[in-house]
């Protein structure tokens, strides 16, 4: 249920609303935006005693039932779009797309601090790079844990750039959240709900990555239990799918950018490495995605792809992602966006 605050109404008297609702044991969540104040009501809710309860409210405008499952991440929670600030300068969801570049995996300094450098003179304004690396076989390289942390908070650190790293359990939120900007979440843990609670009790922007095989609905109601602990700071990715093609390593799903902007207010970043699992591949997805409206992009890059420890046949080197990045400047344009 989403109540609609009248234009006029005092701050006082929405005040009065949501202490009764909450005196009735209901969470409240308000939004306001350009031109409504809305509250949405999420739970278990009974209507009849909600409706007689907050009807002689002065500050009500109208209660309207939300019809879709996702409550906070849907549509009517929000007119427009959410712009998210990730840092003093930098937010996404707004005219500029925001671009995260970085290897697999951090490795070691050099290799972190080198292609930071060159991230940032390219014009990305995000470090990615794992260091809980969880592989598809538990005998390949696991990620150099909090010493990795620490190597991207440096380089991020020296060169201004802000840093996005992916958290694998719920018990490492709080090490993660002392080092990142961004919290992470991957594909394989889009329905790890404690996952999901614990980086909703934060107020980190969370980067949540469509599950291998998830349904937009599942996707939203994956962000909506990230938004109904309090962290409305929710950008979808989406990485490619798994389907029958097994020429790339996923299906990216770039039809997914317009139909999730209508479904939801949040931003939507493209991941053209993970969804497509070649190199060569990376620059038209990311093309396509600007093209389609893609709010930003998770690109990885390495120094040297060759001796990436993890993903280096999707990785590209720091001048060919240079050159995409101005390739990139000119679709931006077309479509009234900058990066
Ligand atoms: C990654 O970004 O390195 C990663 C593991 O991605 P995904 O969760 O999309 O597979
Ligand atoms: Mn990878």
């Known amino acids: ?182 919290f992470q979440i991957g594909a394989r843990n889009m329905q790890n709900f404690f996952l999901l609670k614990e980086v909703g009790k934060t107020d980190k922007p969370v980067l949540l990555k469509r599950g291998l095989s998830a349904t937009y609905n599942e996707f939203l109601m994956a962000a909506e239990y990230i938004m109904s602990e309090g962290n409305y700071n929710v950008i979808l990715c989406e990485r490619g799918i798994r389907t029958f093609e097994d020429y790339t390593r996923n299906t990216l799903d770039l039809i997914s950018i317009p139909v999730l902007k209508k479904l939801s207010h949040l931003p939507v970043v493209i991941d053209p490495s993970h969804g497509t699992g070649h190199w060569d591949l990376v620059g038209p997805a990311s093309k396509g995605a600007v093209a389609m409206g893609a709010d930003g992009l998770i690109i990885e890059v390495h120094p040297e792809p060759t001796k990436a420890m993890s993903d280096g046949q999707q990785s590209l080197k720091l001048d060919k992602f240079d050159i995409l990045m101005k390739e990139l400047k000119n679709i931006a344009l077309v479509v009234d966006r900058e990066i």
């Open 1 to 182: 249920m989403i109540i609609v605050v009248r234009d006029e109404a005092t701050n006082e008297q929405v005040n009065q609303v949501v202490a009764r609702i909450e005196e009735l044991g209901y969470t409240t969540h308000p939004s306001r935006g350009a031109k409504k104040m809305i509250i949405g009501i999420i739970g278990d809710l009974n209507r009849e005693e909600l409706i007689e309860s907050l009807g002689a409210y002065p500050g009500i405008d109208k209660l309207v039932p939300i019809l879709e499952p996702y409550k906070l991440a849907g549509r009517s929670f929000k007119e427009g779009q959410s712009v998210i600030k990730l840092g003093d300068n930098v937010s996404i969801g707004d005219k500029k797309i925001l671009v995260m570049a970085g290897p697999c995996a951090v490795e070691s300094e050099e290799q972190v601090m080198s292609t930071a450098l060159s991230i940032k003179a390219s014009g990305a304004s995000v470090l990615r790079g794992g260091a809980f690396k969880p592989r598809t076989s538990p005998y390949s390289f696991q990620g150099l844990e909090e010493e990795g942390l620490k190597i991207l908070r440096r380089a991020a650190n020296e060169t201004g750039l802000l840093v996005i790293t992916e958290v694998v359990d719920p018990r490492d939120v709080e090490l993660v959240g002392n080092y990142t900007d961004i």
